[in-house]
């Protein structure tokens, strides 16, 4: 059994999926999130968490944490997430991007009408018994200027409902194409501050990042029109909450409406709120059933796949892959760890600095960025054990400074298909080459500039040796002088020509005892010997860490 923590309110319907699925321990608990400690201390027995904004996975809560394998967010922001502290640790993050976008937009026009027909101060007085039909005289929407900024998901679906309002809609996001922009009918600007300066009212809906926290500035208010009016629904800190202040108070600011905050708690946006001219809702952007539902369904459904059949969606930290997608893609995936596995027994104690791979042929319609990761595993694990997965390998060689870069060319050589790795060390370059036979057996073909055909699996002997008449003979019967069992034997000569420079491969058995070992490197023809351990054939994959 699985189990599965939700944190965070969560619609019935998806309580109800985790609840009734015959491999899944549900735990509810959606009060926890406010208790970091407990928090932590629960995750220490989960195999995955379903949250909402409310739970903040920091780096220290996901600290040491070696049961949990996946976040799921029923919404759309993972800045409550530490997204660099969960990869490392290997943790899958998703989120279900699409569940609240219309409810979310909704939510951003319904503020823009609030505000500019003060429908909130309004139905307050007339609560107090008055009827000050003046005082709450409006702005038309229809002909205003309105700056949306940031075209994704719920920006575009703003937008095109303010063209619906007959306002001029002109948009800034420097990853939407102009061409996109102009079907939508926005008119597209590359530099924020021209655009800023032309509009009535401007919307935010980008994530919160570095690069969006305070987008909107004390300097950038100043230079926008007197009056201007300001949408939040996206994330609190885009626009900048002290400058903000200071412009309501200037009259810079004409109005804001706002549905998230820097701090969302009760009592912490008393000040802004206080402003009659300030339309403020509790984070309720995705607060309607339907979104809740969508929502909630989906982070249940990433959840469950990805624990009962290693299934990622709507992955923001690692390359998103379907049960079926890694099905097909397992040879290439497990091919490439051996090699990666390989080559770092190889470079021994020589520091690797770096690993650059080639793929051709068939395995290019794969997802080879996510095979690179499970080369990189390989590289990785021989040092680092079972702390490196496919999830946290990049970063992890990243952290130590080994550049892992790849090519791809459709166009196939000797083999149908093949993945071919330099793994680069202080001292040396050593390559090695592999391809698929079938779809289960995975050959070494390619060792430097040796062609070959050994098994990649088990217990591997890799020698140099001089091309000569009865060396073959003479390991053999070492080898069975000392009961090591030969199950393979594959042999690649220098140029493909006899006399020269050799490589031999030999699977074995079982392991050779130090003294065979050291027979065998007496062996006047003999100039290289090395042991690799691979895992069987067709081995579980735990290394994937999924
Ligand atoms: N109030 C709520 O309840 C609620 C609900 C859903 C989403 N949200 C927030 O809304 C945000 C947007 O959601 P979405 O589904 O549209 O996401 P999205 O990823 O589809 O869109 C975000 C867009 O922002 C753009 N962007 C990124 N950095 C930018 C920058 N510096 N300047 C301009 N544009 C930039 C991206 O290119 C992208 O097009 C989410 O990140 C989330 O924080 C809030
Ligand atoms: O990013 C989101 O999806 C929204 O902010 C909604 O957050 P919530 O699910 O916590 O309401």
Avoid at 445 to 468: F, S
Wanted: proline share 4%; charged share 25%; with cysteine.
């Amino acid at each position: 059994m699985y189990r599965v923590l939700v944190s965070d309110n969560l619609s019935p319907i998806g309580l109800k999926l985790l609840e009734d699925h015959p491999e899944i321990d549900l735990v509810y608990e959606p009060e926890i999130h406010k208790d970091p400690s407990a928090l932590k201390e629960a995750l220490a027995t989960t195999d995955g968490i379903v949250i909402r904004s409310g739970t903040k996975l920091t780096e220290d809560v996901l600290s040491g944490q070696k049961r949990l394998k996946v976040v799921a967010r029923a919404g759309v922001g993972v800045d409550n997430v530490d997204l660099v502290a969960a990869t490392r640790q290997g943790i899958v993050v998703s989120n279900t991007p699409d569940g609240n976008t219309l409810s979310t937009a909704e939510q951003t026009i319904a503020m823009m009408m609030g505000l500019c027909r003060n429908i909130g101060p309004a139905s307050q007085s007339m609560r107090e018994g008055r009827w000050d039909r003046k005082l709450f005289t409006g702005t038309q929407l229809a002909g205003k200027t309105v700056g949306v900024i940031g075209l994704g998901r719920i920006g575009l679906a703003v937008a095109r409902r303010c063209n619906g309002l007959e306002m001029n809609v002109l948009g800034y996001d420097p990853f939407l194409s102009e061409e996109r922009a102009a079907e939508q009918n926005i008119e597209l600007y590359r530099d924020i501050d021209e655009l800023l300066v032309k509009c009535d009212l401007v919307t935010v809906h980008t994530p919160l990042t570095d690069e969006t926290r305070g987008l909107i500035n004390a300097e950038r208010l100043k230079k926008m029109k007197e009056g201007v009016r300001l949408v939040n629904c996206a994330r609190g800190g885009i626009i900048d909450e002290e400058a903000l202040l200071e412009g309501l108070e200037s009259g810079q600011v004409g109005g804001a409406a706002l549905d998230v905050y820097v701090t969302e708690k009760a009592g912490a946006n008393d000040k802004l709120a206080s402003y009659p001219n300030v339309l403020c809702t509790p984070h309720l952007g995705a607060s309607t059933e339907e979104a809740q539902e969508q929502v909630a369904v989906e982070a249940a459904e990433i959840v469950c796949n990805f624990l009962t059949r290693n299934e990622i969606r709507s992955a923001v930290n690692m390359v998103p892959i379907s049960g079926k997608e890694l099905e097909a893609a397992k040879a290439y995936l497990d091919l490439a760890y051996r090699l990666g596995l390989m080559l770092a027994q190889l470079a021994g104690s020589e520091g690797i600095k770096g690993a650059e791979l080639q793929y051709r042929g068939d395995v290019t319609s794969q997802p080879v960025k996510l095979i690179t990761s499970a080369f990189t595993s390989g590289l990785l694990s021989a040092a680092l054990d079972d702390t490196v997965s496919i999830v946290n390998s990049d970063v992890t060689a990243k952290d130590r400074g080994i550049a892992i870069s790849q090519t791809s060319t459709s166009e196939t050589g000797a083999f149908a298909t093949m993945i071919s790795a330099t793994v680069r060390t202080d001292q040396r370059e050593i390559t090695a080459g592999g391809t698929t036979f079938g779809n289960d057996f995975l050959r070494l073909v390619k060792l430097n500039d040796y062609q070959l055909d050994a098994y990649l699996d088990g217990l591997m002997l890799i020698y140099r040796h001089k091309d000569v008449p009865g060396l073959i003979g003479a390991i053999g019967t070492t080898f069975g002088k000392h009961q090591v069992n030969i199950s393979h034997m594959a042999l690649g000569r220098e140029k493909n020509e006899p006399g020269g420079e050799a490589v031999a491969v030999l699977n074995l058995d079982n392991a050779p005892s130090e003294e065979a070992l050291k027979e065998v490197q007496g062996h006047p023809d003999v100039t290289g010997v090395q042991l690799v351990n691979l895992p069987p054939a067709k081995a579980p994959l735990p290394w994937l860490g999924l």
